[in-house]
DNA sequence: AGTGCGATTGACT
DNA sequence: GTCAATCGCACTA
């Protein structure tokens, strides 16, 4: 059982100072979300390292306009829209001016479900926020996040774990085309809230 | 100024 | 399982 009252705030020097180790470090933990609209929480459970140097990853071809949230010291939100259509957000990984992320790609939804199902209009418990569109989607998250300090009281943090970790596990990352064949996605083995194919939640 | 392409999703067979 | 929608951005000229 979850207790929303043990959360608190991560502090920047418990985050691992490499996007690695940063995804592995982020599964079990919490994000909170507090607008206007109320306030959201969820259990990450699936993560994407971009480290420095990946192919894959938005800061491979330098600092530009819109990825610089990337070059920030650790633990900043870094949102883009993709396909038109979807907003995603990843926490900054490494010390400041060396450009790489950690993408959330799955969270268990913990408080603000009633938030969460119109934001998202259906009240499938399973399909709030599992994906990395849609979990921003859940949480109210988009570009006006980006850049945000999430060590720091304020509209979006990580939390501590509200309760124990399982069994992390890792595999190919989804939906890339390039340096696919690295191990840098990372989940909770058997979460029944993980996005991606059936073969890569166990 | 024009072009091509996604770290996806939702609808559909 | 397949597939099209959709748009901001980086790249070319």
């Known amino acids: 059982m979850v207790d929303n009252r043990s959360i608190v705030i991560l502090r920047r020097r418990d985050l691992p100072v490499d996007a690695e180790s940063?995804?592995?470090?982020?599964?079990?933990?919490?994000?909170?979300?507090?607008t206007a609209g109320g306030r959201v929480s969820g259990r990450i459970v699936e993560t994407e390292a971009y480290p420095p140097g990946d192919a894959a990853g938005h800061s491979f071809r330098g600092l530009t306009r819109s990825n610089h949230s990337l070059f920030l010291e650790r633990g900043h939100a870094y949102v883009y829209f993709a396909y038109g259509s979807s907003h995603m957000m990843n926490v900054s990984a490494e010390r400041a001016g060396v450009g790489?992320?950690?993408?959330?790609?799955?969270?268990?939804?913990l408080e603000g479900i009633p938030?969460?199902?119109?934001?998202?209009?259906?009240?499938?418990?399973h399909d709030l926020c599992r994906g990395p569109g849609r979990l921003t989607q859940s949480f109210g998250i988009d570009r006006s996040l980006d850049g945000l300090d999430l060590c720091k009281e304020g509209p979006l943090w990580l939390g501590s774990a509200a309760g124990p970790t399982g069994v992390v596990a890792r595999s190919v990352r989804i939906g890339i085309t390039r340096e696919k064949e690295?191990?840098?996605?990372?989940?909770?083995?058997?979460?029944?809230?993980?996005?991606?194919?059936?073969?890569?939640?166990?």
């Open 100 to 109: 790489a992320g950690v993408l959330l790609r799955a969270v268990e939804p």
């Open 182 to 202: 690295r191990l840098l996605r990372f989940y909770e083995r058997g979460n029944p809230y993980l996005s991606g194919p059936l073969r890569l939640r166990a």
């Open 22 to 34: 940063l995804a592995g470090f982020l599964i079990g933990k919490s994000l909170v979300c507090e």
């Open 115 to 125: 938030l969460m199902e119109r934001r998202r209009n259906t009240e499938k418990l």
